[in-house]
């Protein structure tokens, strides 16, 4: 990750915004910035996320229930069906990343992404066997993948350059806040109209989340109106030279040590379940709500402590936090206090590394390359998800929980060597082209 303390070149300097210079247009030119970086299009970008994840958060609350109750599916159709929807996700976003480079493009894949994550996803409930239902969810996350390299590029292209950690801050914050907010209001809306109709209603903030991202596209509109069409292509090269590959190890590693929270919440299940499984099972839903709550918390908090440090200190520490995190999860106990506190640091770990993450492409990319830049990181974080995940599973059922921890908490460690040890290095070439475009 980004190393502050490490002296650049002039031309490297170059690369990195001034005090002086506002947002890059896509031409190289600057717009005159302002004091202000809390923005109404930050803020849009953030409600988008808050809404979309509030929505899609309620059915997936209810769709194992839904498949196995209503459809009469299996758990290994459920496996199924969340393991090719997580897959789909990772290569949208891969393919979705070139096409964001395209700064007229980006407004137009943000909205339609949102707009068909919205439909597909209240179409669930509309769904009579489980071939269809395993098809809606798959589109929903495709289109989930293919939005949000856009989504990004767009935040990225209306923040304040000196502000990257805190506009990151808000977009994660907001959809962390959406996953609290979704399995709460899944929960009445089960207990009121039952399962079916629960589902249809995650079409409300869907829509709700299309109409702020369609704000946002026309505010990046009126700011850069002298827009360059960028072609399709996943320019690797140019990833490269702008030195996006070395801080993409510690990325990766970190990835692989990241579990699904799925994974922690039938740990904590399995903790409590001598008090009833059905009580053991709400006590980990409240705590995987304080999970997120507490992400949302740290994700801007992250953000703003990111902008006066770099990236890769906050995202070393989340890195960090995580092994704790998980050591509370390998302990032998019984005790729910105990496993708040995992949770929580859990929680502290995902809002610190994942908005570093995405800071780290707005700042260390040009306009022109951060739709790549924001699809490969995309791609990287479903590989070592599904991966470390996976292994974790198998090793939590063949051998013991413990296993499974300790094997995330490795990687975890590995990543704090890594973002040590590979810093980003911005490239002479990437700078030199920087001062020509400004000079233009």
């Excluded at 009445?188 to 299309?210: H, M």
């Excluded at 990835?255 to 922690?264: D, F, P, S």
């Excluded at 590394?353 to 780290?360: G, I, K, N």
Aim: a neutral charge; charged letters at 15%.
């Amino acid at each position: 990750m980004p190393d502050d303390d490490e002296k650049l070149t002039p031309d490297a300097e170059a690369t990195r915004p001034s005090p002086e210079s506002g947002p890059e247009t896509p031409n190289g030119d600057e717009e005159p910035d302002s004091q202000r970086w809390l923005t109404s299009g930050v803020v849009s970008v953030g409600a988008a996320s808050f809404f979309s994840d509030s929505g899609h958060e309620i059915v997936t609350s209810v769709f194992p229930a839904f498949l196995t109750g209503v459809l009469g599916g299996t758990a290994a159709s459920l496996g199924v069906i969340e393991g090719v929807s997580d897959a789909l996700v990772g290569a949208a976003k891969v393919v979705g990343g070139p096409l964001a480079n395209d700064p007229a493009r980006r407004g137009r894949l943000a909205t339609g992404g949102y707009l068909i994550t919205a439909i597909a996803t209240a179409a669930i409930g509309l769904a009579t066997a489980v071939w269809q239902a395993g098809l809606l969810r798959g589109l929903a996350w495709a289109s989930r993948g293919i939005r949000s390299p856009a989504r990004d590029s767009l935040l990225s292209s209306i923040s304040n350059p000196r502000a990257f950690g805190r506009s990151f801050g808000v977009e994660r914050a907001g959809d962390n806040l959406g996953a609290v907010v979704g399995p709460l209001v899944a929960s009445v809306l089960v207990a009121w109209l039952g399962l079916r109709p629960s589902i249809w209603f995650a079409f409300i903030p869907g829509i709700l989340a299309a109409l702020a991202i369609t704000f946002a596209g026309r505010e990046a509109l009126r700011r850069h109106r002298n827009r360059v069409r960028t072609p399709f292509r996943l320019d690797v090269k140019g990833l490269r030279a702008a030195g996006l590959a070395r801080p993409m190890l510690p990325v990766l590693l970190f990835e692989c040590g990241n579990l699904a929270t799925t994974l922690l919440i039938l740990r904590a299940t399995d903790a409590l379940k001598a008090d009833g499984l059905a009580a053991a099972a709400s006590v980990a839903i409240l705590l995987y709500a304080a999970h997120n709550a507490v992400a949302a918390l740290v994700s801007f908090a992250g953000g703003a402590w990111l902008d006066r440090i770099g990236p890769r200190p906050v995202f070393a520490m989340g890195a960090g936090v995580y092994v704790v995190s998980y050591l509370f999860f390998g302990l032998d106990v019984s005790a729910w206090p105990l496993l708040l506190i995992g949770f929580v640091l859990a929680g502290a770990g995902i809002g610190f590394a994942e908005t570093a993450e995405s800071a780290l492409v707005a700042q260390a990319l040009p306009d022109r390359l951060r739709g790549s830049g924001f699809g490969v990181i995309g791609g990287i974080q479903a590989i070592g998800n599904i991966v470390g995940t996976v292994v974790a599973g198998i090793l939590y059922a063949a051998v013991s929980p413990v296993a499974a921890f300790v094997y995330a908490a490795a990687w975890m460690l590995l990543s704090v060597a890594a973002s040590v040890l590979f810093t980003h290095r911005t490239s002479p070439g990437v700078g030199s082209d920087a001062k020509k475009n400004r000079s233009e």
